[in-house]
Nanobody, 123 residues
Framework: VQLQASGGGLVQAGGSLRLSCAASGLTFNRYFMAWFRQAPGKEREFVAGISWSGISTYFADSVKGRHTISRDNTKNTVYLQMNSLKPDDTAVYFC?????????????????WGQGTLVTVSS
């Protein structure tokens, strides 16, 4: 199984970025997908998650209303559209896959992880 995250970079506060995560080696449409992030010296935290069908989405309070998550099961890809970015959004962002999606905010529940992509938001 491989999850390949991309789309990170340097952006000014208020700007936007779209992260992508391409999955291979798993039955993508049977996995709950999520994005987590980890800033230096901090624990990995849940950002957003999306159900197998894409009908249900979940967001951390810190990003609710600014970010959206979507998936294209025909391309085995999940996206995180990040808008109105803030310096506090600076972190390495990871995509993750969970077969059950029952406790989607707990990083310990996830089966597979991507390598991470760095997002830096300058003030």
């Amino acid at each position: 199984v491989q999850l390949q995250a991309s789309g990170g970079g340097l952006v000014q506060a208020g700007g936007s970025l779209r992260l992508s995560c391409a999955a291979s080696g798993l039955t993508f449409n049977r996995y709950f997908m999520a994005w987590f992030r980890q800033a230096p010296g901090k624990e990995r935290e849940f950002v957003a998650g999306i159900s197998w069908s894409g009908i249900s989405t979940y967001f951390a309070d810190s990003v609710k209303g600014r970010h959206t998550i979507s998936r294209d099961n025909t391309k085995n890809t999940v996206y995180l559209q990040m808008n109105s970015l803030k310096p506090d959004d600076t972190a390495v962002y990871f995509c993750a896959a969970d077969q059950y999606g029952s406790t989607w905010s707990d990083f310990r529940e996830y089966d597979y992880w991507g390598q991470g992509t760095l997002v830096t938001v300058s003030s």
